[in-house]
């Protein structure tokens, strides 16, 4: 069966230091993958998604970046930090064709920076 | 372009009562998917349901049950007898039906809080 992981579970970071945040994806290939943010309004906005290793698409314009160095796994990343990136952070992939679900989502990480 | 409407903020209700979550949805896409998720404390999204555009007939899942109306493009979500388990964040979402990134677009959410 397929399964997410999304490490870690909650970070809290200074303003201006870097972050990576991971997800794998196990039980699956050429998974499409996403990340997410929920600000404190609860609302869900797609930062990145990806088709294939090596290739990432931004829906927003921000101080992040993702990579997909594998084909299993996407990493979010940060040089410097603001303070507007606090949040709760999910990623998610769904099959090439879509499958049942939509998505399946990781279990998150809440990203304090102070 | 598209969009989904949850209106409601929030809701409270007192246990055993029905309550329903409304859902509103734009597209131009002729075939879509729609989605409801659950977020409870957690955090985690907890998939709920999937309805094909072509399918309009009602579903019920033991106390939930959905009303896709397509002429008024809604797909709302009724909880009967709610619980305080139902606490959590329901999110509506739309997806068309094409291969590719599949890109869900979601409603802002309505929070649902059960009382005892």
């Known amino acids: 069966s397929q399964t997410i992981h999304q490490w870690p579970a909650t970070l809290v970071q200074p303003v201006g230091s870097p972050l990576s945040l991971e997800c794998t994806v196990e039980?699956?290939?050429?998974?499409?993958l996403y990340w997410y943010r929920q600000a404190a309004g609860r609302g869900l906005q797609l930062l990145f998604y990806s088709v294939g290793i090596g290739q990432i698409s931004s829906e927003v314009p921000q101080n992040l970046s993702a990579s997909r160095p594998q084909d299993r796994q996407f990493i979010l990343s940060s040089k410097k930090l603001l303070l507007s990136d606090s949040g709760f952070y999910l990623c998610?992939?769904?099959?090439?064709?879509?499958?049942?679900?939509?998505?399946?989502f990781g279990s998150g990480t809440r990203l304090t920076v102070v | 372009a598209q969009k989904v409407t949850q209106a409601q903020t929030e809701i409270s209700v007192v246990e055993k009562e029905d309550v329903t979550l409304d859902c509103v949805y734009e597209?131009?896409?002729?075939?879509?998917?729609l989605f409801w998720y659950k977020q409870p404390p957690s955090g985690e999204l907890v998939f709920l349901i999937r309805?094909?555009?072509?399918?309009?007939q009602n579903e019920i899942s033991g106390r939930y049950s959905w009303n896709f109306q397509k002429s008024t493009s809604s797909f709302n979500f009724t909880i009967t007898a709610s619980q305080v388990v139902d606490s959590a964040v329901y999110f509506c979402a739309l997806r068309p039906l094409i291969q590719g990134a599949q890109k869900l677009v979601f409603g802002q959410g309505t929070r649902l809080t059960i009382n005892p």
């Open positions: 309805r094909n555009s072509f399918d309009e």
């Open positions: 597209t131009r896409d002729t075939t879509y998917y």
């Open positions: 998610a992939w769904s099959a090439l064709s879509g499958g049942p679900y939509g998505y399946t």
């Open positions: 039980g699956t290939s050429n998974p499409n």
